[in-house]
């Protein structure tokens, strides 16, 4: 129903920034919310940060005032940009919508390493 095709991800220095990409397809009028989520590897699958239609944000605390998400209702994508990065940030990071249904996108790494 909602397609996911995610981007950005890499390798980064501590401190450094990335920009994921989320790009949706499909039923586009059904999300009521966008999420992003990681996990790192022996680690739960956690929130990072959300996105509502209306345009509300939420931050996991571990990431509050580093990342920020943010939306181009042009291109129906969403981005998660990353700031001031730390090795702890080092995980597979995915796309999620929610609304009508749940769909998740595949996931893209993103590495903090020196």
């Known amino acids: 129903q909602v397609q996911l095709v995610e981007s950005g991800g890499g390798l980064v220095q501590p401190g450094g920034s990335l920009r994921l990409s989320c790009a949706a397809s499909?039923?586009?009028?059904?999300?009521?919310?966008m999420g992003w989520y990681r996990q790192a590897p022996g680690k739960q699958r956690e929130l990072v940060a959300t996105?509502?239609?209306?345009?509300?944000?939420n931050y996991a605390d571990s990431v509050k005032g580093r990342f920020t998400v943010s939306r181009d209702n042009a291109k129906n994508t969403v981005y998660l940009q990353m700031s001031s990065l730390k090795p702890e940030d080092t995980a597979v990071y995915y796309c999620r919508s929610s609304g009508r249904n749940v769909s998740w996108g595949q996931g893209t790494q993103g590495t903090v390493s020196s």
């Open positions: 499909g039923s586009i009028f059904s999300i009521v919310a």
């Open positions: 996105i509502t239609s209306g345009g509300i944000t």
